[in-house]
């Protein structure tokens, strides 16, 4: 049976974080397999909406936002942040803040691995980025992946940079409040990114969506590329549950067998969805 393929997808990423191709790429391939909305969500960065809207002028709707890093219960928590004002002075002062967590939590990853037998891990991340790009954990797994240190990138991650490992590295995101906080003053809306992604029971997840729903959250992601089925079912439920409105994004970075641009978004019927919102209008769903 071929895979469902959704025409829009409102979680990706550029060269201007931890993805693979640059925002003009990446729409280019948007458009190569059929997509009418894309929605570019680097981390905790906005440098490639620009490129990325002036390449998609006229032949796909590009959707300007983030993901962003948070904390809530001592776990680290993305956000994706849709429809955002990218000259908002506050979402700036935001960015700008957590780059130089980025930066500093870059650093320290590059010292571990560089203690593992590695050699200038972080200013080789450097220069394989884009200008200005975050510096993420997924840099330096596609680094460790191409030094031959291991089979894969997520085989890389596993390895050394997920918690527990050797090169893990914490860092003190703000709280899910101000995150949201921030996204709503930013005139954007506030969506939790993968929610199956996390370590949690489904109490501590339901835990989660209700503080994420008393911060101001709006959305949640009910639909990704490597999801099973009774998760993206459960996740239909909570929507439903909390009152959210449903989202849905490949989180696609690089060219992989299992996550791709459209694949397999299926989307739950009987939902609210995210394109429903006043703050889409200007977008042009159908």
Known sequence: MPAYFSKIDL????????????????VERAIERGLTHLALTDHDAVLGVKE???????????IPGAELSATWENKQIHIAALFLDIESPILKEFLDNQKTLRVQR??????????????????????????????????????????GRAQSADDAFNSYLKKGKSCYVKTNWPD??????????????????????????????RALMEYFKDAGGVGIEVSSS???????????????????????????HAVGPFRELGLNLLMPENLKHVWDLPQAQNYHFE
Not at 21 to 26: E, I, M, R, S, V
Not at 52 to 62: D, N, T
Not at 110 to 136: H, M, P, W
Request: proline fraction near 3%; hydrophobic fraction near 35%; glycine fraction near 8%.
């Open 11 to 26: 979680h990706s990423h550029s060269t201007a974080s931890d993805g693979a191709f640059t925002p003009t790429a990446l």
């Open 106 to 147: 870059a650093m320290e990853i590059g010292a571990k691995l560089d203690k593992q037998g590695f050699k200038n891990s972080y200013e080789e991340c450097v220069k394989r980025a884009g200008e200005g790009a975050s510096i993420t954990r997924g840099n330096y797994a596609r680094y460790i992946f191409e030094m």
């Open 52 to 62: 990325a809207q002036e390449a998609a002028r006229g032949r796909l709707e590009l």
């Open 226 to 252: 490597q999801m099973r089925p009774c998760d993206r079912d459960y996740l239909a439920t909570l929507c439903q549950k909390y009152d959210f409105y449903a989202s849905l994004g490949s989180d696609f």
């Open 176 to 205: 899910v409040k101000d995150v949201v906080k921030v996204i709503l003053q930013s005139g954007g809306v506030p969506v939790l990114a993968h929610p199956k992604r996390y370590i949690l029971t489904n109490t501590k997840l």
